[in-house]
């Protein structure tokens, strides 16, 4: 029997840890600085839109908190029971981050249903020039964030949460020009129902992909099926069962299966040709393949999982070799 171990480093993160920190830390202050204004100006008009921009925006700031928690907590190293590290405190606060969307989501959603029967007076003006400086600051949050790694989920959870606010303080300057123009006093609580549907369409995204995550799915996009298939298919390869590809954080995938290769066929080269396929085809660096002959009796006689076998029509290739050593 051969086990094999390929490993890589920087899984999924083109930047350094160090500029994600920056570019977050910059957006949080920007955006905290403004949430304290705002929630001044939304009591003085009484608009439930300004005060669900407010309330995003803490939520902005709590998520951003979060991602710069996450990031320091996931770059420990391995140690004692966590032979993984803390890779998955990222996925914890992604998480997090769409949990807090949808519970803002359904208060705004009733809360603005009860404004649209009983309307109360809105001051249009404070709540249009407010808006648009809400829009710029918004802009620069989301540029700076966008910068960031955001094949992490947990980047991506608080990117997320500015980008929804963005669209919110549009959506809330057309009310507040509604208001303003046209005395047009639903128009605010229209505003904040719209804010809270796209809520809800961010928020059940990071909880689906961070859920996939801590569920150990295959990868979004990755065919575990067709990639056993592949994978069977290689020279000297007999057949693949016991496959297993998951992710452990963010842009981190892995790949563990049992390979049993034709009679005398070289365990270790099959071993560095499938790793080889994986690290191109599929970038997953990080495997752990058994590999054995097909007549060893000692490997497993109950695999879990599909079994994925060549085409028995396929004559066995470079039968010659030397065998693998026990």
């Known amino acids: 029997m051969s086990a094999g171990h390929g490993h890589g480093h920087g899984h999924g993160h083109g930047m350094s840890a160090d500029s994600d920190k920056r570019f977050l830390t910059a957006a949080l202050a920007l955006i905290l600085a403004f ?23 803490l939520t902005d700031a709590v998520a951003i908190g979060l991602a710069l928690v996450a990031m320091r907590i996931a770059a420990r190293p391995p ?20 949990l807090t969307l949808l519970l803002l989501a359904a208060y705004f959603v009733f809360d603005g249903a009860q404004r649209l029967v009983d309307p109360p007076a809105v001051d249009g003006r404070l709540v249009f020039f407010t808006s648009l400086a809400g829009i710029a600051v918004n802009i620069g949050a989301t540029w700076l964030i966008s910068r960031a790694n955001r094949s992490s989920l947990n980047v991506e959870g608080a990117f997320q949460h500015i980008l929804n606010d963005l669209y919110a303080f549009i959506s809330t300057t057309i009310a507040g020009l509604v208001v303003w123009t046209t005395g047009f006093a639903r128009a605010d609580a229209l505003a904040s129902l719209v804010v809270a549907a796209l809520m809800l369409k961010a928020g059940y995204g990071l909880l689906r992909d961070a859920g996939r995550v801590l569920m150990e799915a295959a990868p979004a996009g990755l065919d575990p099926g067709e990639l056993g298939e592949r994978l069977a298919a290689q020279p000297r390869v007999r057949e693949v069962h016991d496959l297993h590809v998951w992710e452990v954080s963010s842009g981190y995938p892995a790949l563990s299966a049992h390979v049993l290769v034709e009679p005398k066929g070289d365990c270790h080269a099959v071993r560095r040709d499938l790793q080889a396929l994986l690290r191109s085809s599929y970038g997953i660096t990080h495997t752990t393949l058994e590999v054995d ?26 039968a010659g070799l030397p065998s693998c050593e026990h």
């Open 79 to 98: 140690k004692g029971g966590f032979t993984y590290g803390l890779r998955r405190a990222e996925i914890l606060s992604a998480q997090l981050n769409g």
């Open 35 to 57: 949430m304290i204004g705002e929630v001044v100006v939304g009591f003085l008009a009484a608009s439930l839109a300004l005060m669900s921009d407010a309330a995003h925006m």
């Open 293 to 318: 002959h097909v007549d060893d009796r000692f490997h497993c006689e109950d695999p879990h999982g599909p079994r994925h076998v060549a085409d028995p029509e396929e004559p066995p290739e470079h």
